[in-house]
């Protein structure tokens, strides 16, 4: 086996395996090489590399806790408007909470005591516009999609001039009819005209165009054009304006009528039938004289008579006379079988000229044709386009003045309009605050109005900006959006605590503008090998939210008699303000979506909204032991509040009830 055979059999078998001897052979051929495919690579569609993007796998169950609230913004009991907050230091999640309660609401909305008509507006706090502007540009370009496949434009259109003065807005809507009606009839006359053109475009080439192919090709053969025209009487006044009209007509013709043109020229022309005259005659006459010196022709002379034939002296004469200058005869037929050779062939070149020069003029004609004609088509295209485009724009303007129309009513004939300060376009804000408004106004009155029955908020990206600002993007949310809308919303409190004036003020700020706060747990105990191990299992592809059935149940769930007695009875820990009441009644009603028991979870949140002190009591008694949460040692109102929870469950509350209850109470509480 040669060396390169050898090293072959180790890359495919292995140095391992044991070495053959080798005998030395004569006059054997080597085996031919063998080609080893390489291996298929079956190539996957999963990613090798995860973004840090606000959307992916759900591995810290954002879903499962925003829904309460994403079930909250599409069920029909609820009092609008109100704010929420999905709160987190950096880096817990915010976002992405935020982003997986508007798919929820949208999945949400429609099922089993769901709203139908929820429209969710995503909102970007850090685009740089007021806030009562990004608020109303969301909303508007939400509605403009048409979610669930309904029409808003007759809404938007009603809440977008409610704040303008109404003769102001009826004489805008109007003169925008008729602007945009004298630009559909300027594009109209344009296409009908571009199309008058492409229906006469060959008689434009021909003679409205100098600089076209045909018209150069008649200007630089005019003497021959002129000549050939006139060798078949057909020069007229002008050759050229005939030579045009001929190669317009040949042009419109097909290949038959080409034909057809082609061998009329042998024949159909004056010029040319006399030739084909002289020609046939020239024949003839040298076929008789051909025949002439014949003996068939002069034994024909003879004369018969009874006795035999005889010939006449005069007869005899001729035809002697025939006979001796027969090669003259011959001479004559073979001329005038030439001169009708010469006119045929004459008749054959004019008419080969003449086919020639218009088939070449229809080419030329043709190509420029087709060249103008494609781009008057796209022209007429275009047109068509943008006429269509005017006729629906037309359509929706003169709704809208008939609408402006309607809400000015009969004041256009007794007052001029309004002063400019009336005007909504001085101010960005103020126009979007009266959309706001309107739209909220027609929300709340139902579908009957064209509006949907609830409109969802999501503001995202608020830590992006300024402590100060954010304040203020706060103030003018909780201020601008109106009825029939919910605001949810996801910041930090921590960052604006100082800016509010410390914790005491940030607190009562917080709570006066947020109505249900949502904590995202803490990344301090995240197990990292349960994330890996959930990302490994998705590939951190996103998955569709998943609802459990009994969070909206238990949602829309009446307070039974037991629960409104241990809230009344709890009220003294949480309830120090309406305010604060309102806030501890809708914390409950989401905290009870959960899985821990009710009195629990009532104690706890009311723990969560009490004060400093009541709540380090009730730290204190769960990190020291387990068991039964009595004997408690704490305030009177926290002893008591315990006594009513413990007799509302039964009897028995045990620190591990409390402990579960109060990872859910502490979500649904402010903390700064």
């Not at 890359?11 to 054997?28: E, F, K, M, N």
């Not at 995202?460 to 959006?481: F, R, T, Y």
Request: charged letters at 20%.
């Amino acid at each position: 086996m040669s060396e390169i055979s050898e090293k072959a059999r180790v890359r495919l078998i292995g140095d391992g395996a044991p070495a053959r001897t080798t005998v030395p052979q004569t006059s054997v051929p080597a085996a031919p090489p063998v080609e080893v495919a390489p291996p298929h690579i079956e190539r996957s569609t999963d990613p090798i590399f995860l973004s840090d993007a606000a959307d992916g796998a759900d591995v810290l169950d954002a879903g499962r806790i925003v829904q309460p609230l994403a079930q909250l913004c599409v069920t029909s009991q609820v009092q609008t408007p109100f704010l929420a907050a999905i709160v987190g230091p950096a880096g817990t999640g915010k976002s992405f909470a935020l982003k997986r309660l508007a798919q929820a609401v949208e999945k949400l909305a429609g099922t089993t005591g769901a709203l139908a008509q929820v429209v969710v507006a995503r909102v970007d706090a850090a685009n740089a516009a007021e806030p009562p502007v990004a608020l109303a540009s969301a909303a508007y370009a939400a509605l403009d999609r048409e979610p669930g496949g309904v029409d808003y434009s007759a809404l938007l259109d009603e809440s977008a001039h409610a704040g303008d003065d109404p003769l102001r807005a009826a004489k805008a809507a109007s003169d925008r009819h008729d602007e945009i009606v004298r630009r559909l009839e300027a594009e109209r006359a344009q296409r009908d005209e571009i199309e008058a053109r492409s229906a006469r475009l060959s008689d434009a080439l021909l003679f409205e165009t100098p600089g076209s192919r045909v018209d150069v090709f008649a200007r630089g053969r005019r003497g021959t054009i002129d000549a050939r025209l006139r060798r078949f009487d057909l020069a007229g006044a002008d050759a050229g304006a005939s030579y045009r009209d001929l190669v317009r007509d040949m042009g419109s013709m097909g290949v038959g009528g080409r034909i057809g043109v082609a061998l009329r020229s042998i024949w159909g022309y004056p010029g040319q039938r006399r030739l084909l005259f002289w020609a046939i005659a020239a024949f003839v006459l040298g076929f008789v004289i051909h025949m002439a010196h014949s003996p068939q022709a002069l034994g024909a002379v003879q004369v018969p008579s009874a006795a035999g034939t005889y010939v006449t002296d005069s007869a005899a004469k001729a035809t002697d006379w025939v006979s001796t200058h027969s090669a003259w005869f011959e001479t004559a037929a073979k001329v005038l079988y030439v001169i009708g050779a010469l006119a045929l062939a004459l008749n054959l070149w004019r008419a080969i000229g003449f086919a020639s020069l218009l088939l070449r003029g229809a080419q030329l004609l043709n190509l420029d044709v087709r060249e103008r004609r494609r781009d008057l088509d796209n022209r007429i295209g275009r047109l068509n386009q943008r006429v269509s485009a005017l006729s629906a724009d037309a359509d929706a303007a003169a709704k809208r003045a008939e609408a402006a129309a309607r809400r000015a009513g009969g004041k256009a004939q007794t007052r001029a309009p309004g002063p400019d300060f009336l005007d909504a376009t001085h101010s960005h804000a103020a126009a979007a605050r009266g959309f706001l408004a309107a739209l909220g106004e027609r929300v709340t009155q139902g579908p009957s109005t064209g509006a949907p029955e609830r409109l969802v908020f999501v503001v995202d990206n608020l830590d992006a900006l300024p402590p100060a600002a954010a304040i203020a993007w706060l103030d003018a949310a909780q201020s601008a959006i109106g009825s029939g809308a919910v605001g949810v919303l996801a910041l930090d409190p921590a960052r604006l605590v100082d800016s509010l004036g410390g914790p005491v003020e940030a607190r009562r700020r917080l709570d006066k503008w947020l109505q249900v706060v949502v904590n995202l747990p803490s990344r301090a105990g995240v197990d990292g090998e349960r994330l890996v191990a959930r990302l490994l299992a998705t590939d951190g592809q996103p998955t569709s939210p998943s609802f459990d059935p009994a969070v909206s149940a238990a949602l829309a769930e009446p307070l039974s008699s037991a629960e409104t007695a241990l809230l009344t009875a709890l009220a003294p820990l949480a309830a120090g303000s309406p305010r604060a009441a309102k806030r501890f009644l809708n914390a409950y009603r989401l905290a009870r979506c959960s899985d821990a028991p009710r009195p629990a979870v009532a104690l706890m949140q009311a723990v969560a909204f009490a004060d400093d002190e009541t709540q380090a009591a009730m730290r204190r008694r769960l990190t020291n032991g387990g068991g039964d949460l009595e004997p408690f040692d704490g305030p009177e109102a926290l002893v008591k509040a315990v006594k009513s929870a413990r007799a509302a469950n039964n009897g028995v509350l045990t620190v591990a009830d409390a402990l579960a209850a109060d990872v859910v109470a502490r979500r649904y509480a402010l903390s700064v």
